[in-house]
């Protein structure tokens, strides 16, 4: 399995854009790479998925170099209510991602 | 489509006890799995059910066990509950295959 790293933590003021780095130096070929997001107390929630270069949907933005040894989670002009853990897994098909979401990143959004 | 649904919501035991947790998956969804989460150790994987087998497994000891029934809606039980399983139980359920977990809001348990 592929073992992703990620900052502890990260601190944003409201509007700026926020850009999250997970490393994943050991990613296989069939390996997709997948962000959730979790607030206290809940379970986490799928933001957004890619394979490789970019991927973009209605609240975030994922970018993937070619190497794909790394990806940046992107939340463009963040509010209060972005605060929250981010997890980073990298899997293939078959659920392997499921066996460790590590320890996230805990963004806090500042007024 | 409702989502998935935990029972639980909260519970409180005593060391030595036992509890068992439950989980109903979104429809449709045929893989189940559980997940720990402490301050201290973050998310952890305990076991991943898929049409009533055990498919995957994480380092846990013995008393944590599970089941899944025909109907996808799984269960885990903890025996000779210790302090240290005071935690937020999470199920999450995917389509067979996928890797799109969809989660429950989860079961806090308190060992007293």
């Known amino acids: 399995l592929a073992k992703t790293t990620q900052p502890i933590s990260m601190d944003s003021y409201e509007g700026q854009e926020v850009n999250i780095t997970c490393s994943h130096n050991?990613?296989?070929?069939?390996?997709?790479i997948t962000w959730y997001q979790q607030f206290p107390s809940q379970g986490p929630r799928f933001i957004i998925q890619?394979?490789?270069t970019k991927v973009t949907n209605e609240v975030a933005s994922l970018f993937i170099p070619a190497d794909r040894k790394s990806s940046t989670l992107s939340l463009p002009r963040v509010s209060l209510s972005d605060t929250a853990v981010y997890y980073c897994?990298?899997?293939?098909?078959?659920?392997?991602?499921?066996?460790?979401f590590g320890t996230g990143t805990r963004l806090t959004i500042i007024p | 489509k409702a989502g998935v649904t935990q029972t639980p919501r909260y519970l409180i035991k005593t060391r030595g006890q036992q509890v068992t947790l439950s989980c109903s998956p979104i429809s449709g969804h045929r893989s189940v799995s559980w997940y720990q989460q402490t301050p201290g150790q973050g998310l952890q994987f305990l076991f991943e059910?898929?049409?009533?087998?055990?498919?995957n497994k994480g380092n846990f000891p013995g008393r944590f066990s599970g089941r899944q029934f025909s109907n996808s809606r799984s269960e885990m039980n903890v025996s000779t509950l210790e302090l240290g399983d005071s935690a937020l139980y999470l199920c999450?359920?995917?389509?067979?295959?996928?890797?799109?977990?969809?989660f429950g809001e989860g079961s806090r348990l308190t060992v007293l």
């Open positions: 897994l990298v899997g293939d098909d078959f659920g392997n991602e499921k066996l460790t």
């Open positions: 890619g394979y490789k």
């Open positions: 050991n990613i296989a070929t069939n390996d997709y």
């Open positions: 999450a359920s995917s389509l067979s295959g996928e890797d799109k977990l969809f």
């Open positions: 059910y898929f049409s009533e087998t055990q498919r």
